[in-house]
């Protein structure tokens, strides 16, 4: 079981550019959830796909949104980026619900210059 | 809305000696309380989860965290350190509306010594 695997590990990006970021989930989990990691923080939620749709979103601007495909993988898109911006970005894939433990990929390292 | 304060950014100790980390949420109804650690460079780690049932949670690697609802705690122990335990360690907590969303702490660096 290869686990949650994110791609690429590593990016750099000019403030303005847009970004994609991809997650495949660990095998047999169908909801994906996505986290932002900024320097010395805790992660923070941006939003969680199940059955291709949005279905909770954290208080992050429009300039983010995400897509979940048939094969319960995600794709995560930054428009417009801002220095700010910079950060770990997490993928971590569940079964829907509190309880169930949720398994994170090794995040992509964005950094915007 | 719910919430974790981790105390203490930084916790330094020798091998052998206690560990202690701590966190306390905040929360409207019954938590589910996470430990996930993280070492460089890597995602995050389940260590040990509290759900219902026990109180006392016992995990991998030796940990043990026990919930404490009285005092809205949920510190993470583990009686002698290793110098491999030295990463950064995240409470969190889950809401219950049906999703599997965790909201974290800020985290808490541990530093282990020979």
């Known amino acids: 079981d290869a686990g949650v695997t994110q791609s690429p590990t590593h990016l750099i990006k000019t403030r303005g550019q847009q970004v994609t970021l991809r997650c495949s989930p660990k095998?047999?989990?169908?909801?994906v959830s996505w986290y932002q990691q900024a320097l010395g923080q805790g992660p923070q939620f941006i939003f969680q796909?199940?059955?291709?749709?949005?279905?909770q979103r954290g208080n992050f601007p429009d300039r983010f949104s995400g897509h979940q495909f048939p094969n319960y993988s995600s794709e995560l898109n930054v428009n417009a980026l801002l220095l700010g911006d910079s950060a770990l970005y997490l993928c971590?894939?569940?079964?829907?619900?509190?309880?169930?433990?949720?398994?994170f990929g090794q995040g992509t390292r964005l950094t915007v210059v | 809305a719910q919430s974790v304060t981790q105390l203490g950014s930084h916790v330094s100790v020798s091998e052998g000696a206690l560990v202690l980390l701590r966190c306390n949420y905040s929360?409207?109804?019954?938590?589910?309380l996470f430990w996930y650690v993280q070492y460089p460079n890597q995602g995050l780690q389940l260590l040990l989860k509290?759900?219902?049932?026990?109180?006392l949670v016992k995990g991998i690697n030796g940990f043990e965290a026990e919930f404490k609802k009285s005092e809205t705690s949920f510190h993470l122990t583990k009686p002698s350190a290793h110098m491999s335990d030295a990463a950064e360690y995240f409470c969190?907590?889950?809401?219950?509306?049906?999703?599997?969303?965790?909201?974290f702490g800020k985290g808490t660096m541990l530093l282990v010594s020979p």
């Open positions: 971590a894939s569940s079964f829907l619900g509190p309880k169930t433990e949720a398994f």
């Open positions: 095998s047999g989990h169908d909801t």
């Open positions: 796909y199940y059955e291709e749709e949005e279905r």
């Open positions: 929360s409207s109804v019954p938590p589910y």
């Open positions: 509290y759900t219902t049932g026990a109180t």
């Open positions: 969190a907590v889950s809401d219950q509306a049906g999703y599997s969303t965790l909201t």
